[in-house]
């Protein structure tokens, strides 16, 4: 056979290693953020920083957006619905329902199992590397849902559904 899917258990895995690393809010220690510089390379199609630091949040997002672009790509999410039919009616699948939900809990894991504590300004209940991440994810729900261009349909509906939760 030449395609065949990779197993729901793999595809799992893969999404929960996902999760742990490449969506959780990185933990970096304040002396490192403060020894990062943003780069002085001057090269006809590189833009001079606008600042000497290290835009961390920006670098943070910009890394943890593109990977959201990956899973939720429309090709992605084609090939997920797709692979629904081409695995045997007895055999477990990862489907695109699966997908989003693991996607959105991982991204919004705060609100679905919130940490006891108190919360301040100094310490808030979202930190910030996570708000961005999950606004990422929202500004690719929204358009989803409310046009239907990437993806499948039932994307959209799935959209629809978890942005509906998330408010």
């Known amino acids: 056979t030449p395609f065949e899917p990779i197993s729901a ?5 893969a999404m929960k290693i996902l999760a742990s ?6 933990d970096y220690a304040p002396d490192v953020l403060n020894s990062l510089m ?3 390379w001057s090269h006809w199609g590189i833009n001079s920083p ?9 670098q943070v997002g910009m890394w943890q957006d593109r990977i959201l672009s990956q899973l939720m790509g429309g090709v992605t999410l084609e090939r997920l619905l797709d692979n629904e039919m081409k695995v045997k009616a007895d055999a477990d699948a990862y489907t695109l329902a699966e997908h989003f939900r693991l996607i959105v809990d991982a991204v919004f894991s705060e609100v679905k199992e919130p940490a006891a504590g108190e919360y301040t300004d100094r310490k808030p209940f979202v930190i910030s590397y996570r708000r ?3 606004r990422s994810l929202v500004d690719r729900l929204g358009p989803m849902a409310v046009d239907g261009k990437v ?17």
């Open 132 to 134: 961005n991440l999950q």
């Open 9 to 13: 258990d793999q595809q799992r895995a």
């Open 151 to 167: 993806g499948p349909k039932d994307a959209q509906s799935l959209a629809r559904m978890h942005l509906q939760a998330i408010a």
């Open 21 to 26: 690393t490449a969506l959780a809010a990185p």
């Open 38 to 40: 943003a780069t002085r």
């Open 50 to 58: 606008s600042r000497v630091d290290y835009p961390v949040h920006g």
